[in-house]
């Protein structure tokens, strides 16, 4: 299938991952393999040395640990490396995240046929520039050629629709998800949705929920009814009975979203002091769980707060709440976010599953964005009209223009043909009238579009005597609504100056593509051909303007020695230019007018890795 737009949008999650396709006007959550809307974000090594992604990997992460990975995401951006026993090889956090998104991909195939080659993927709002560049690569190294990155909020408030005119309305997405936890203040300014502030938590989410199951009830209950000595988590010798023990957890606290209690029942947990088998029996209520999991709300109500008075902002000026991650379907969640005294008073919208809500919000971008047409594959039977169109696949406008040009094969005129577009969604269904092609088979004309939807539109060619011919694209979408950007930037960009401050090329906030030229002066002499001496110019991102050492190096454009023709004396003029694209990428460019050089360096976008 060739299409106009990308359509597809994937969420890379922590702990889940979920793709979606934007199809017409309705957006289409893939199933996996064995059913699941979502699959788990885990990679793990068999005996046999195969790679599996998802729900069986997930399930080894406790009891086959050398040889599983998950939580990758957590590292995306470092130089960490994952070792697997039974595997000589090593991975790199961008190439877990790619196994992944292949995983994605042939779940896609498998349903419909189709290799995905684009699609538009989530990251979270806190994702600095290293990060986003390792999510482009894991991205490249899984066969995706197009992958625009789109932040998480954005994309669950796409989903749920927002499209206010109103320059006031702010929306506050709270994400709770399998171990980490992401506030953010989303606002549209300017035709443009964006994030004004975010906080959040690496430790907090689900899992630390789901071992709190197992420390305070399920081990209490398994060591009264057994004789287990030292039956505690580091315990090499329980790991198999613990890893029981957090699945268990996990699916009586998902019953528990339903249901008032959960019955836990293992026969066979594992093999006690005596070699006899271990049980456990016991009844979960929705209560017990409701105290367990209430410090981790109140930690995530602390965090919107702050969120929010960062911004000067209190819950009145916020609209609603918008529901994410998969712990928000517990009902007590919801109650203690929307109660006014204790937790934030603000409206929650629940009206989207928050378990694929990223990725329905990603599919809906990708919608509005235009794929260059691929080349013809060889061996193809070409569509004998191929029509260019030349129209806005999002705007304000609900009358858009569109324009094109429609070439046949054979090279033939084409007098006397018409174009028309359907809108068959709209109720009426929409029709443009046939509007005739000029000689060359251009035409222009205006179509009718619907708010608040994609409006997919059939074009129908005709003939001189009026007989309808193939074209390709037979379809194309347009939708009326913000102009979503790329996000901007999320921290302030700019190079460290030898008197320890920060130049800010960009601050915070700053729409991409984005460029700027700065004039500097050399503070070192710097003698041709002497080693070890060099200009540096470390691009950093951070908000610290006079302490420039507080904030994160993204990397250093080096001007050495051994690559200039003649001395340079201090104080030298330097022309640095810093431009970032869309997808984040940053080129810095140091222009010297004493040599006429320019100097480029490919920064390396590597944070190092986490101290432990
Ligand atoms: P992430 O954004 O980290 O990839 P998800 O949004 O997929 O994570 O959330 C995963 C977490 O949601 C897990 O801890 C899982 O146990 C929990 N979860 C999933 N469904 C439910 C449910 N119905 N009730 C409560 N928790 C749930
Ligand atoms: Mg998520």
């Known amino acids: 299938m060739s299409r106009s737009t990308i359509d597809f949008g994937i969420d890379l999650g922590t702990t889940n991952s979920t793709i979606a396709v934007l199809a017409g006007t309705e957006v289409q959550v893939f199933r996996n393999n064995e059913g699941f809307e979502t699959t788990p974000s885990a990679v793990w090594y068999d005996k046999g040395g195969r790679l599996f992604v998802g729900r069986r990997a997930k399930e080894r992460l406790e009891d086959d640990g050398d040889n599983t990975a998950a939580e990758f995401k957590l590292q995306m951006g470092t130089t960490t490396e994952y070792r697997f026993a039974r595997d000589t090889r090593t991975m790199r956090p961008e190439q877990l995240s790619a196994e992944v998104l292949k995983s994605l991909k042939a779940d896609v195939t498998q349903r419909t046929g189709e290799e995905v080659r684009a699609a538009v993927i989530t990251v979270p709002a806190a994702f600095e520039l290293p990060q ?72 907090l989410g689900g899992k630390l929920i789901d071992w709190e199951i197992v420390d305070s009830i399920l081990v209490p209950a398994a060591v009264r009814d057994n004789q287990l000595t030292d039956f505690r988590r580091g315990n090499p010798k329980w790991r198999a009975a613990f890893a029981k023990l957090k699945q268990a957890a996990e699916q009586a606290k998902i019953r528990l979203s339903r249901d008032p209690s959960a ?126 169109l030349d129209y806005k696949p999002v705007g304000a406008d609900t009358e858009p223009l569109v324009g094109g040009k429609v070439s046949a094969a054979g090279g033939q005129i084409l007098a006397g043909y018409t174009v028309e577009f359907v809108n068959e969604a709209a109720r009426p269904p929409w029709r443009s009238g046939k509007v005739g092609l000029s000689p060359e088979g251009t035409f222009v004309t205006a179509l009718w579009a619907e708010k608040g939807r994609p409006n997919a539109y059939r074009v129908e060619l005709c003939d001189s005597s009026g007989s309808a011919r ?45 460029r700027r030229r700065s004039i500097r002066r050399t503070t070192v002499e710097v003698r041709k051909g002497q080693t070890g001496s060099l200009i540096a110019i470390p691009v950093v991102e951070g908000e610290n303007r006079n302490r420039v050492d507080r904030n994160q190096l993204v990397g250093t454009l080096e001007i050495s020695a051994d690559h200039i023709r003649r001395d340079l004396p201090p104080g030298s003029e330097i022309e640095v230019t810093i431009e970032v694209d869309a997808s984040r990428l940053v080129r810095t460019r140091a222009y010297i007018p004493l040599l006429d050089e320019e100097f480029e360096k490919v920064i390396k976008l590597e944070k190092a890795g986490a101290d432990p």
């Open 132 to 203: 986003c560049e390792a999510t482009k690569k894991a991205a490249e190294l899984a066969g995706l050629t197009v992958s625009p990155l789109l932040q998480e909020p954005v994309a669950a408030a796409l989903a749920h629709g927002f499209q206010s005119e109103s320059e006031k309305v702010f929306w506050l997405a709270y994400d709770l998800g399998g171990g980490t936890f992401d506030a953010a203040v989303i606002q549209v300014r300017d035709g443009t949705i964006r994030v004004v502030n975010h906080g959040g938590d690496n430790h």
């Open 263 to 388: 019955e836990i029942l293992m026969d066979f947990l594992c093999q006690d002091d005596r070699g006899q088998p271990a049980r456990l029996e016991l009844e979960l209520k929705r209560g017990e769980l409701e105290a367990l999991a209430e410090p981790f709300i109140v930690r995530s109500i602390n965090i919107c707060r702050k969120v929010l008075s960062e911004k000067r902002l209190a819950p009145g000026d916020i609209e609603r709440v918008l529901l994410v991650g998969g712990p928000t379907l517990m009902t007590y969640l919801r109650d203690r976010l929307a109660d006014p005294a204790q937790g934030l008073g603000i409206p929650l919208d629940f009206g989207q599953d928050p378990l694929t809500v990223v990725a329905r919000g990603a599919a809906i971008f990708a919608g509005t964005q235009r794929l260059e047409a691929e080349a013809p594959v060889a061996g193809a039977t070409p569509s004998p009209y191929a029509i260019s």
């Open 470 to 514: 193939p074209c390709a694209p037979a379809t194309f979408t347009y939708t009326v609504g913000l102009a979503i950007t790329d996000p901007p930037l999320t921290l302030s960009l700019g190079i460290a100056l030898a008197d320890g401050t920060m130049e800010a090329f960009f601050p915070k906030g700053t729409p991409l593509p984005a």
